[in-house]
């Protein structure tokens, strides 16, 4: 072991389990791709202010869990703690609104920051893939989202995910709802903190996880007997899409979620096989959050899914990924001669696309078929100076031991005719 250690709250993602995140990032991508939403990348940091007035002061993503900076140059930084508001902010810094057709559909995927308590399933580096659509309010757009995420969940293999979804109003019905639960709540037995959070951000006292809040929240108003005329509608209109696409949820009263910005249709999707830290994703529109970071109106819509929390579902509940073999045929040359000819047949075989590795190191051919077989490579070509001036390889299928002499100018197209 080296002198230093991963930082508290941070893994490695080395092979072979790595596979997995890249192949759990690529199922969920594709769905998106294929529904037009392209591709963006936006930096690692931004202004503290882009998330303070985008995410909210009084959430605990901005007030506990931000990683800050001063730079040298006395510039304020945050690591970024969610994509949101760095895609907003982007989409509006390029005008991708004024350029092209509303909505913007575009997707992501990266790192994200957060000072937590780190506990299984919850870091203080994690990994998301986001969709976010820009500048349309309409309710297929919050149904197109929610199916693409089941998607890419079912096309995992998962199963035992559920969707929670929930109407959070807009700004006509939800400021009358906000009082009446603030009036609620100031009838409670609450400690100092939440007494402070009913204050700020009353709908968050609904999300306590604690079992002496929760029994205090019965009877509380809830915001869908709130809901005006605009947002009923909307939001039944979400779920008869929903429906109509086969897709399962479940009215969920008390979902909230963390943010500030989520206006109307909120979403979690959440498995059972992850203990306390059940969400893997989750989303809702958000139609004042360009207004909060300065743009025009542009009522939008998107998700995050939980990489780290996606693979730990897969686990929890076996699921075995479909991934491309790491190696198919793996090259050992007996002599130092052959190691020149060989190595050169080995990017031959790499360039038509079969995945090959080689015997570095000038092994012996014992330790060289301990290499093959434990790169669980499918076939291994064996060849000495005698063979390669034959212009052969010897052929050996690792499972049956059959050994089989090829030329050398047939070995690709035998090869890909094998592995097909
Ligand atoms: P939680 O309620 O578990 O704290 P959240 O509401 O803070 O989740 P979001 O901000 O909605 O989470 O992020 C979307 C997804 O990103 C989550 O559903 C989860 O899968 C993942 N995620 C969020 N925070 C972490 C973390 N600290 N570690 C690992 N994954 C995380
Ligand atoms: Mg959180």
Redo the contacts with the bound molecule.
Sequence with gaps: MSTFQAPK?TYDLIPPDSAAYLAVREAISAPLKRAGYGYIETPGFEAVELFSRGVGEST??VSK?MYTLTTKGGTTLALR??GTASVLRAALQNNLHKLGNLPVKLWYSGS?Y?Y?RPQA????H???V?AEAIGTEDPVLDAELIILAVDAYKALGLKNFRVLLNSLGDKECRPVYRAALQQFLAGLDLDEDTVRRAEINPLRVLDDKRDAVQKQLTGAPMLRDYLCEACKEYHEQVRELLTAAGVAYEDDPKLV???DYYTRTTF??VHGGLGS???????GRYDGLSEMIGGPALPSVG????????VLALKAEGVELELPATTDVFAVPLGEEARRTLFGTVTELRRAGIATDFAFGGKGLKNAMKSANRADARFAIVAGERDLAEGVVQLKDMRSGEQTAVALDALVATLQEKLA
């Design positions: 709250g605990d993503i869990e703690p969610e994200y957060r937590e399933g919850r870091y203080r994690f990994s998301q986001g979620r963390g943010l979690e999707f830290q059940s969400a893997v994703g989750g989303g998700w995050a899914l939980g990489v780290d929390r996606t």
